[in-house]
């Protein structure tokens, strides 16, 4: 899960899981359906990478897809406008 490289505690992770209704944060995924291969995944400690403040509780997709669009918000945004574009 991460969360001790965040200084994260259990209660806080569970805490922070139970305000997101044991969902992804992004996509809503139940943290119950979030599965790698037979095991459950538990959502992943999302932080800022310049404050690391934690953000969330997030699938891997999601936290994963942020990271590799490095937590850019312009590219986020024309990820969002060209997917509206080839929808078409």
């Known amino acids: 899960v991460s969360q001790s490289r965040y200084n ?3 209660q806080e992770y569970e805490t922070k899981l139970a305000s997101q209704d ?10 119950l359906d979030n599965r790698r291969g037979d095991k459950i995944d538990p959502l992943h400690v999302d932080h800022c990478h310049e404050t690391g403040k934690v953000r969330g509780l997030l699938c891997e997709n999601c936290n994963t897809g942020l990271g590799k669009l490095q ?3 312009e590219i986020l945004r024309k990820a969002i406008d060209y997917l509206k574009e080839e929808s078409l």
């Open 8 to 10: 994260a505690t259990q």
């Open 22 to 31: 044991y969902k992804c944060a992004i996509c809503g995924k139940d943290a």
């Open 71 to 73: 937590d850019n918000v």
